[in-house]
């Protein structure tokens, strides 16, 4: 049975964080992928802040820049804001998950690809036992002193520790096209319950004349394929040109909502696994990393200590938490009064946003990694926005987002 210090199950940007910022201490590292090539099938959207280009440490894989965007209200209002310098970067994904598992590889850390974490074994000794599965479908086990769990919203490594899943999953469905109507310095976003019941939809251009459109939805029983159509039209009758001849397609689930727990003994969870994703965007690249760097510090403390314990690890929870909770806290709750809004109430938040003034404040404040900054300041200067979210009063001015009133936490998956 092979032995190392740590075993990291997924190598998309969280997974290969950890295992470089690990393997560059010192520490034997196995990193597994269950694809046969890192970065496929692409994973998201590949819309990031410069946060995520500093992380990588390269803008190699950058398309383009963008510098705006254009919010569609159901009825057909807008609001548009551009700023002067580029407020978002859209990524070739699957690049940048090559590029961050080589970083790892060139760092120490072994990597397999076409193998899968099947389960956990009897432990042996001060190590955690893993059940693999490799590409011939043959099966062998992997002894690890820690095991770390970046495979994704359907965690196998959380359900092999009975760490508890996320409250919500967002079905999403995307495309790329090779030519696609738009202003190649701005995104698009349109609300709605006809195209995207409880987020949004979205086109991103590619940097090359194509784009890509994509939507997020409430999982309603109705799926994300018919949504993601409906947008097509209301698109297609927008510009006047229907998107055609797609190159790729994207089927995911975001995780919504925070775990309990993040880490056990000898085990830790990173990224989507962990639901580390923005409630109010579904974007994880940026928090996932961040803590992804966050949990090789304290697993380094605890691997050089030789104490892998619960009471140990829970410095993550606590470090990562004390970062990104209080964002995440209030994100989850304004997402809760977000999807509650009718479309005439959506219409008349579009409306609202279009003033001169408030434009000029979502230039000033807008960051896509905390977007609940730029909330409180437009609640704030806007008593029209405040109208429209009664139930919101009071909490985006509370410095403890545990004072906000509640609210039902929305539909958990069964």
């Known amino acids: 049975m092979d032995e190392v210090d740590v075993l990291v199950v997924g190598a998309g940007p969280a997974g290969s964080t950890v295992a470089y910022e690990l393997a560059r201490r010192g520490h034997s590292v196995r990193l597994i992928e269950e694809h046969g090539r890192v970065g496929w099938p692409v994973q998201c959207a590949g819309l990031v802040s410069s946060r995520v280009i500093d992380l990588a440490g390269s803008d190699r894989r950058v398309r383009t820049r963008v510098h705006g965007a254009t919010v569609f209200g159901p009825g057909g209002s807008q609001v548009q804001f551009k700023a002067p310098e580029p407020r978002a970067f859209v990524i070739d994904r699957a690049g940048l998950d090559v590029d961050l598992a080589d ?18 074994g009897t432990a042996d000794g001060d190590r955690e036992v893993a059940l693999l599965r490799g590409p011939d479908r043959t099966d062998r ?33 995307e495309a790329e096209f090779p030519e696609s109507p738009g202003d190649p310095d701005q995104v698009e976003v349109d609300l709605g319950r006809q195209v995207a019941p409880g987020l949004f939809g979205w086109w991103i251009p590619d940097g090359s004349g194509g784009g890509r459109i994509g939507v997020a939805a409430d999982a309603d029983g109705v799926p994300a394929r018919r949504y993601f159509e409906r ?5 297609a009758a927008r510009t006047g040109r229907p998107a055609r001849n797609p190159t790729a397609y994207l089927v995911s689930g975001i995780p919504i909502g925070t775990l309990p727990k993040c880490a ?19 974007g994880g690249i ?3 990393m961040r803590c992804a760097m966050i949990a090789a510090e304290v697993a380094d403390q605890g691997l050089r200590a030789n104490d892998l314990s619960a009471e140990v690890l829970a410095e993550y929870d606590r470090r990562w938490r004390s970062e990104l909770g209080p964002e995440f806290s209030r994100a989850l709750y ?35 990694d905390f977007p609940t900054h730029l ?12 109208r429209l979210v009664p139930k919101a009063l009071g909490a985006w001015f509370a ?11 929305g539909p958990r998956r069964k």
């Open 103 to 120: 970083r790892a590889a060139r760092a120490g850390a072994v990597i397999e690809t076409g193998v899968t974490y099947e389960g956990r």
């Open 141 to 173: 086990t992997v002894a690890a002193r820690l095991i770390v769990g970046a495979d994704g919203v359907t965690s196998a490594v959380a359900r092999a520790y009975r760490l508890r899943r996320p409250v919500e999953i967002l079905p999403a469905f």
């Open 231 to 235: 947008l097509l039209d209301r698109r």
């Open 264 to 282: 056990g003994r000898r085990v830790l969870l990173v990224g989507d696994a962990a639901a580390q994703v923005k409630p109010l965007s579904g």
């Open 286 to 288: 940026f928090t996932g």
């Open 334 to 368: 304004l997402r809760r009064v977000f999807r509650r809004l009718t479309d005439p109430e959506l219409e008349s938040l579009v409306q609202a946003l279009a003033s001169a003034e408030l434009t000029g404040t979502i230039v000033a404040f807008g960051d896509i």
């Open 375 to 386: 909330a409180r300041q437009l609640l704030r200067e806007s008593p029209s926005l405040l």
């Open 399 to 409: 410095a403890d987002p545990a004072s906000m009133p509640d609210l039902e936490p």
